[in-house]
């Protein structure tokens, strides 16, 4: 049984603020399979990260990245920009989108890398003309390279989850995660659960979560890309953590693989439909996708030849109801999906090429009840979406 709040459902959940009909932008081409079209946002800059959600209240789907040093909310449907906090060293590697203040509109959350650093911007009455506040989530944790929004603690409200990537301050080489306060615009930072306490070490990515054996309780998984950057040699594993009754804790690790070099993604989900949580991961300083297959996780190829698929996607794309992923790799600079026969056999469908990624989402960009996929190039210097043509229930 997974979470309801497993990272594909997390990332429906973001979507789930009501979109109507959407215009869409004059920029636009037809990618390399036929039916996918590519919607350019932003171009101009590297840019890390772009998340979506309705931040105007308008019912369109608009986007904030974070590109040239600068945090930009990308007004749909024309993509009119607003600079929202233009501080240059507040460089962001990942974000997330939550209503942290649970007044009905979703705020902007997102991390530098290092030196360490968490916050939020609120979004105001006005997020076209008003200050969007900044709020200190946490800057004690080093290293912070993945956020992931996700219910830990089962009180049915969404939590935020993070890591240390570094061997360096007090909580190297851990994950972490942060309850929201009820009284979030004035806390001074976020309560801190320290739940992998230093067993995440050789520089750790990405999050996922979900509940991985079936208890009930929501776990969590990261991956560590290790190689030359890596001089304590620990790295280049996927691994899961077994929450304990208690989440406020320290969890139980579970290796998956070791000796997987470039590992950065992993999101646990049932792969084959045989009612248990497998996981899917990427490599993404190094090549190919794969999946592990519960209990005993045998490790199964997806596509073994991308180089860098350094962002990850789950979620079904096509509408059939099991688990696909996609990625962009950020090296080959090629955009894909993967459409799994409902067993785990998978099929790369290639979206687009000339398009770098550092970061992916999957979301519903146009309100027509498909899942869509927004990118964030860091070395195409651009935020693009692509066009899902499946429509859910055909």
Request: charged share 25%; glycine share 10%.
């Given at each position: ?45 590297h840019c890390n990260t772009a998340v979506a959600a309705d931040f105007t209240g308008d019912k369109l789907v608009d986007v904030i990245c974070n590109a040239g040093g600068a945090t930009r909310l ?266 799994n026969d409902g067993q785990g056999n998978f099929t790369t469908h290639v979206i687009g090429t000339e398009q770098a990624a550092y970061d992916i989402r999957a979301i519903d960009m146009d309100g ?27």
């Amino acid at each position: 049984m997974q979470s309801p709040f497993s990272t594909s459902h997390v990332l429906a959940l973001v979507t789930s603020i009501g979109v109507g009909c959407f215009l869409l932008s004059e920029t636009h081409s037809q990618a390399d399979e036929p039916g996918w079209q590519k919607h350019v946002v932003y171009t101009g800059a590297h840019c890390n990260t772009a998340v979506a959600a309705d931040f105007t209240g308008d019912k369109l789907v608009d986007v904030i990245c974070n590109a040239g040093g600068a945090t930009r909310l990308l007004v749909a449907p024309d993509w009119t920009e607003v600079i929202l906090d233009g501080d240059s060293k507040r460089g962001l590697i990942h974000s997330e989108t939550m209503d942290v203040d649970r007044d009905g509109d979703p705020d902007f959350i997102a991390t530098r890398y290092k030196p360490g650093l968490i916050f939020w911007l609120e979004r105001p009455e006005d997020p076209l003309q008003d200050r969007w506040t900044y709020h200190l989530v946490d800057d004690q944790v080093d290293g912070i390279h993945g956020l992931l929004v996700g219910e830990v603690d089962g009180d049915g409200q969404p939590d935020l989850l993070a890591n240390s990537a570094q061997p360096a301050g007090p909580f190297a080489n851990s994950l972490v995660w942060y309850k929201p306060p009820t009284n979030a615009r004035e806390a001074k930072q976020w309560p801190r659960y320290v739940f992998a306490q230093g067993d995440a070490p050789g520089l750790s990515h990405y999050l996922g979560v979900g509940d991985v054996n079936g208890d009930g309780r929501p776990d969590a998984a990261s991956a560590a890309k290790g190689g030359e950057q890596d001089p304590s040699g620990q790295g280049e594993w996927f691994a899961w953590w077994e929450a304990p009754e208690d989440p406020t804790g320290v969890w139980r690790k579970h290796l998956l693989a070791d000796k997987q070099p470039g590992a950065t993604n992993i999101h646990p989900a049932d792969v084959n439909g045989d009612g248990k949580t497998d996981f899917v991961a990427s490599r993404g300083h190094g090549h190919g996708l794969v999946w592990f297959e519960a209990p005993t996780w045998k490790m199964h190829d997806i596509q073994t030849t991308f180089e860098g698929p350094h962002c990850l996607a789950v979620t079904d794309l096509d509408g059939d109801g099991d688990i696909d992923a996609a990625t962009c790799a950020k090296d080959d600079q090629v955009a894909a999906w993967f459409e799994n026969d409902g067993q785990g056999n998978f099929t790369t469908h290639v979206i687009g090429t000339e398009q770098a990624a550092y970061d992916i989402r999957a979301i519903d960009m146009d309100g027509d009840s498909d899942i869509d996929l927004l990118i964030a190039g860091q070395m195409s210097q651009n935020v693009v979406w692509y066009e899902n043509p499946v429509k859910k229930g055909r």
